[in-house]
């Protein structure tokens, strides 16, 4: 289905999404979010499809944060309403039962670096630039960059960037563990791409579980983290993948999982 803001493409198992509004360097404004809750219900439910990658169109951005003309037109209650919306929006995308990787190619910030955020992992180019600027708009960031950002860097890091509202570079983000990789902008897409396309050759519902574990395991404490993952562990022996995996590797060949 053709959408106004995002280009969709499937490359073999990958899905591949760009938001897609280069003249205003790929700010999100609310119609945006629509789009971005309906492209990512497909994927989940689109059975070929194992991963998926977000980025952004043009050299430049990745999403260059909220639409600011758009903030700038909100009552309270609707402004309230639309950090609603895209915290649950990026709630969705974060609980994708497939990974989906953040291809942070230039600005990430505000809004957009709270997309990247709610991504699984994060690989940059080397000119991508991330920060919560919220604070030089005299607001704060409203789609849970406040939770996510201290959870992936610690406390004192987040706070420095959301309370000084300055972007780092990628080889700060890096440092800090905001990305896994940063590599050159023409490497960006093959290398998210081989990343993705290794996922996609591994048990999905291995992978979904995995997913399931990690995610709610830091949601709530280790033990009821622990609790889970033993459940989903022995879930797994009810699947045919989990006998194909087995078995290929006691047979020395290539596993075929089926996802089922
Ligand atoms: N919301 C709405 N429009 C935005 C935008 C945003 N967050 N970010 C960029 N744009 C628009 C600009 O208004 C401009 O539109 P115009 O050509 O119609 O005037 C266009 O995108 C290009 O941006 P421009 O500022 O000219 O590019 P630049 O290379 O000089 O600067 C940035 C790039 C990212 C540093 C700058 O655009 C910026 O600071 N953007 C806002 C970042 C921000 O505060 N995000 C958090 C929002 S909560």
Redo the contacts with the bound molecule.
Sequence with gaps: MERKHLLYEERGAVALVTIHRP???N?INREMFFELRDQFAEIDARDGVRAAILTGSGE??FA??????E?ATLSPVEARELSALGQSVMEGMARLGKPLIAAVNG?A???GLELALCCHFRIASDNARMGL??V??G?IPGYAGTQRLPRLVGPGRALEMIAGGDPIDAQEALRCGLVNRVVSREELLPTCLAIAERIALRGPIAVRFALEAVQRGLDGGLEEGARLEQALFGLLWSTDDMREGCGAFLEKRRPQFKGR
């Design positions: 003249d205003k360097l700010a430049k951005a260059a944060g909220a639409d600011i003309a903030l600005y910030l505000g809004g600027p919220e030089s708009l607001v």
